[in-house]
């Protein structure tokens, strides 16, 4: 009695194995009385035999390097994650360099005592509105650069940086990032969020309801409220004259918010995400400059001299102080090495970037104050300027 042949694969198979054939033709063995012989292999003979196809080999330009998407999106985050990373670190490198007025020695003597966790939270408290100024900017641009790069046909160009990153950003990190630049900006500055947020998130209008006479009651209420909002602060804008900048700063954002979601034309993107990035750079470069040279220590006027004889003011930053002396890097340069016996008094100064510059105010928080500052104010207020920091240094 004979079995039927078995076909098996690895290493256990016993002969080789039957190539593929194709399928039969219709009719042959449904035929009756049809002799079909069968050849070594156990196959049907007569049945061709099918040729294995070659694989199809995508045609790439010659010069390019075709990347894959998974691995575009790959390099993107790793290009995001660094910059978010990276550029605090290296302001707080160079704020420590500009602090000590370019000196070798002195820089190491900030790095030696100015801890990594103050030089975070000086650098937290100083350059938050810089990073969430930066953050906002990417998104919002990269929002408008990727729902109109989609419009294009698909491989003609490569998609915008701000559109990656806009792409590979979780949906929490833009709000943490709106939400960082409400807490942190100005009041004067916060109608600008408006646009920002509606391009960010492509809120358009159309979105509010479906049909057009709610849509524009819905459209009309929201500027109603936001007007009365802003109104006394509009009215005493007015009053006072030259305060065009806040005029603009009030007005023109919630209408541009109205227009600014959607896609663009195709032959403007290109040139526009090209534009955009070096603009933000900029920006962020200009904003810089100030947050490099603002100090990391708090700025101090500390009265020196011996018990009942002549004192002095010295008007620096404290960098440390131990049993022995009280290290001071003054404010016109150099340090100073007080002994603690001869300290007799010391205050706080405010700095001149704190001082205001102008005279509004939003239901009771002032213009050039953050929701933060102004939440402090209310529960701490601002003494008045001690004697000593009106006197120069």
Do not use: K
């Amino acid at each position: 009695m004979s079995t039927a042949p078995t076909a098996t694969s690895g290493a256990g198979a016993e002969g080789p194995v039957p190539p593929p054939r194709a399928s039969m033709p219709t009719g042959t063995a449904d035929v009756p009385g049809a002799d079909v012989g069968t050849d070594s292999a156990g196959w049907p003979a007569g049945v061709p035999v099918a040729e294995p196809t070659e694989p199809v080999v995508a045609e790439v330009e010659p010069g390019r390097v075709r990347w894959d998407p998974a691995e575009r999106r790959a390099r993107a985050s790793q290009s995001f994650w660094t910059a978010l990373v990276g550029v605090p670190a290296i302001f707080s490198v160079l704020r420590l360099g500009v602090e000590a007025g370019g000196e070798l020695q002195t820089t190491l003597l900030l790095v030696a005592n100015v801890g990594p966790v103050n030089l975070l939270a000086g650098f937290v408290t100083t350059a938050a509105r810089l990073l969430s100024t930066g953050m906002v900017a990417v998104f919002a641009l990269g929002a408008v650069l990727a729902v109109s790069a989609d419009r294009l046909p698909p491989g003609t160009r490569r998609r915008p940086l701000f559109a990656r990153w806009a792409d590979i950003t979780p949906a929490w990190v833009v709000l943490a990032s709106f939400l960082l630049a409400l807490i942190t900006w100005p009041l004067l500055y916060l109608p600008l969020l408006l646009p920002a947020f509606v391009a960010a998130f492509q809120l358009r209008p159309e979105r509010l309801h479906e049909r057009a006479t709610p849509r524009v009651l819905l459209i009309l209420a929201l500027l109603a409220g936001y007007g009365w909002l802003m109104l006394p602060t509009l009215r005493d804008a007015v009053e006072q004259g030259g305060e065009r900048l806040v005029l603009a700063l009030i007005v023109v954002p919630p209408l541009l918010a109205l227009f600014i979601a959607g896609p663009l034309p195709g032959m403007v993107i290109r040139p526009l995400a090209s534009l955009t990035e070096v603009a933000v750079l900029a920006m962020l470069v200009w904003a810089a400059l100030p947050v490099i040279s603002t100090p990391v220590l708090p700025l101090t006027v500390t009265t020196v001299g011996v018990e009942n004889g002549p004192t002095e003011d010295v008007r620096g930053h404290v960098v440390t102080t131990d049993d022995v002396n009280m290290v001071i890097l003054q404010e016109r340069g150099g340090v100073r090495y007080v002994p603690v016996d001869l300290v007799r008094a010391q205050v706080l100064c405010p700095s001149e970037e704190e001082l205001p510059r102008h005279r509004l105010r939003i239901h009771d928080f002032h213009v050039e104050d953050s929701l933060l500052e102004g939440m402090g104010r209310r529960v701490r207020p601002v003494h008045r300027i001690d004697a000593a920091c009106r006197a120069p240094g």
